[in-house]
């Protein structure tokens, strides 16, 4: 015990003096977040999304979509079908669906709208509150992609990991401290990033807190034992970075991090939902913009985890001390 509490806190410490994982970990996602925030965050006059689906109403469908034009906020679609639509409002890529029934057929007008943001009196997702949990998972990933290939890397080229063997200390204790190290780093910017994204860019948060957490917890064990299993494929921290990086940019641009996935052709989403960043992106955009439960995420979850289980096993027969 003694062994994995001084390796976090010698992690952590090194981490602090490390520029380079400063600044992918904490400066770059706020960088980001604070460009972004200054183009979109500060809006003062907001455009809802309505999609009104006209069923052959006649004169009352005109006279309605007429009326709802005349809202200034209100960005008006005609949708032809209520599926569809209804798909796009739990996307959070719409406010209100309002489906008209045929003329004469004596049906009500139905209004469908996001439950889980009208306690607060928001009828539209802002784009800093969707972009929100999408950083958060990149930075989960990077931590783990690149930050653990680099530095079990560089710890064998300079053979720390060799001297580890000459110390009272179990060696599963030093591997156990660098994953606790990890954790708490990504707790740690998480709460840096939620806080500059919630004071300074009143960014909304519609689920719990430490549900979040939680997810960045799971994120952050999975993309460690993949950042492990990738150090046993380099011989020099500066490959070992590049591999990193090869593997995370393409899922930070393709899983749905500054847009939604399905923005992408339809012959790029099989290849979109085998990517591990994809389920964590889905359920924590899920918890913090719309306040969903797990429940949903479940299956996205297990993937993830099964990732992250199958990596530490290859890091396990590969792993070299020297």
């Keep these: 015990m003694r ?12 981490y602090v003096r490390d520029r380079g994982a400063v600044f992918w970990g904490l400066a770059f996602p706020l960088i980001l977040m604070t460009l972004i925030g200054l183009a979109f965050g500060r809006s003062g006059n907001p ?20 009326g709802l034009r005349g809202v200034p ?7 032809s079908d209520t599926n569809t639509a209804l798909a796009q409002l739990r996307q959070g890529r719409l406010t209100l669906v309002v489906v008209l029934p045929p003329q004469g057929s004596g ?20 784009f800093l509150d969707f972009l929100l949990p999408g950083i958060l998972a990149m930075t989960v990933m990077q931590t783990g992609l690149s930050g653990v290939t680099y530095v079990v890397t560089t710890y064998r080229q300079r053979l720390i990991l060799k001297r580890i063997l000459a110390t009272p200390a179990h060696p599963a204790a030093f591997l156990g401290g660098l994953v606790g190290r990890y954790t708490l780093t990504s707790l740690f910017q998480m709460a840096v990033i939620i806080a500059v994204a919630v004071l300074v860019f009143h960014t909304k948060i519609v689920g719990s807190l430490a549900t979040l957490a939680a997810l960045i917890v799971v994120g952050t064990l999975a993309f460690v034992g993949m950042g492990f299993a990738i150090s046993t494929l380099s011989s020099t921290p500066e490959s070992a970075n590049l ?14 991090v500054f847009w939604p996935r399905e923005f ?19 359920v924590m955009r899920a918890v913090s913009a719309r306040g969903e439960s797990l429940g949903p995420y ?6 993830l985890a099964v990732w992250g289980a199958v990596s530490f096993v290859v890091a396990a027969r590969r792993f070299r001390w020297e």
């Design 264 to 282: 992408m052709p339809p012959a790029f989403q099989p290849v979109i939902n085998l990517l591990p960043l994809t389920p964590l992106v889905d």
């Design 107 to 126: 049906d009500p007008v139905r209004a469908y709208f996001d439950q889980s943001r009208s306690t607060d009196g928001q009828t539209a997702l802002r």
């Design 243 to 256: 591999l990193g990086s090869a593997i995370s940019f393409p899922m930070m641009f393709l899983a749905g």
């Design 298 to 303: 479940l299956w996205g979850l297990t993937y």
């Design 3 to 14: 062994g994995f509490a001084t390796t976090v806190q010698m992690g952590l410490r090194m």
């Design 47 to 66: 455009t809802y999304s309505v999609a009104v689906v006209d069923r052959d109403a006649g004169l009352l469908g005109q006279g309605l979509v007429t």
């Design 73 to 79: 906020v209100f960005s008006i679609a005609e949708v």
